[in-house]
């Protein structure tokens, strides 16, 4: 929308940030990813999100070109790291080379394969906790990746989850599209988790109605 356009020419600016975010869209785009990147504001929510709970250590489920892994890579402290998962290979290609062009390869890992898999991995090699973690990826995995987060975080974490509104459709209760039941079975599964606290913002913009579930990990 225009208000959206308007918003993030303004907001945008105060990035502190050398990184052409536009060009890894530009990059995406020429090859023939599709268009379900994070917006604009929502790229610098997750930015300003990592900055604010002073995550050092960040998981993201679902990298495609890497958009939103560059706005949370650059809200690192130094030593700070992004491990991104993508199952798709021409995904994962793109993604790296958009982050090597920005310069922040250093400061991501790529895991190429299925989500559920590496999370398992990581559960099983008793890796260090994560900070922040981000969940953008298939819908229908959405409590899989969630049950897999809580494993994988501390108290103090924090999740977000992406396209947890999709345009109100996550108040069809007779829907018999498997990603917004797969969203509806998302929230009701955070909803019941005693150890965290979570609320859900609707962002209206560039990317139509849609909304993150931002939640808390507390003990
Ligand atoms: N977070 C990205 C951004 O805002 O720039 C967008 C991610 S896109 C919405 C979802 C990505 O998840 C796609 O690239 C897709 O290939 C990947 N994906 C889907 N199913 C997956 C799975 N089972 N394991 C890992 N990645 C998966």
């Known amino acids: 929308s225009e208000i959206d356009s308007v918003l993030s020419k303004l907001l945008l600016a105060t990035?502190?940030?050398?990184?052409?975010?536009?060009?890894?869209?530009?990059?995406?785009?020429?090859?023939?990813?599709?268009?379900?990147?994070?917006?604009?504001l929502q790229?610098?929510?997750?930015?300003?999100?990592?900055?604010?709970?002073?995550?050092?250590?960040?998981?993201?489920?679902g990298t495609l070109g890497g958009y939103s892994t560059a706005w949370m890579?650059?809200?690192?402290?130094?030593?700070?790291?992004?491990?991104?998962?993508?199952?798709?290979?021409?995904?994962?290609?793109v993604a790296?080379?958009?982050?090597k062009e920005a310069g922040l390869a250093d400061r991501v890992t790529l895991?190429?394969?299925?989500?559920?898999?590496?999370?398992?991995?990581?559960?099983?090699?008793?890796v260090d906790p994560f900070d922040f973690v981000f969940i953008d990826a298939d819908k229908p995995?959405?409590?899989?990746?969630?049950?897999?987060?809580?494993?994988?975080?501390?108290?103090?974490?924090v999740v977000v989850c992406d396209n947890v509104v999709r345009s109100?459709?996550?108040?069809?209760?007779?829907?018999d599209d498997p990603d917004v039941i797969g969203t509806q079975q998302l929230l009701r599964r955070i909803a019941d988790e005693p150890r965290v606290c979570a609320t859900a913002i609707q962002t209206v913009g560039q990317k139509g109605h849609d909304g993150f579930a931002i939640v808390r990990v507390n003990s």
């Open 15 to 40: 990035s502190n940030s050398a990184i052409d975010f536009d060009s890894i869209i530009d990059a995406n785009h020429k090859a023939g990813l599709p268009a379900i990147d994070v917006s604009p």
């Open 43 to 61: 790229g610098k929510l997750l930015q300003l999100l990592v900055q604010i709970s002073a995550a050092k250590r960040v998981l993201e489920i």
């Open 73 to 93: 890579a650059t809200g690192l402290p130094e030593g700070g790291r992004v491990t991104t998962v993508e199952v798709n290979a021409t995904h994962a290609g």
């Open 96 to 99: 790296a080379s958009n982050l």
């Open 111 to 126: 895991r190429l394969g299925q989500a559920a898999k590496i999370l398992d991995e990581m559960i099983n090699d008793d």
């Open 141 to 157: 995995s959405g409590v899989t990746y969630f049950e897999a987060a809580m494993k994988l975080t501390r108290p103090g974490s």
């Open 168 to 175: 109100g459709q996550i108040l069809d209760l007779e829907t």
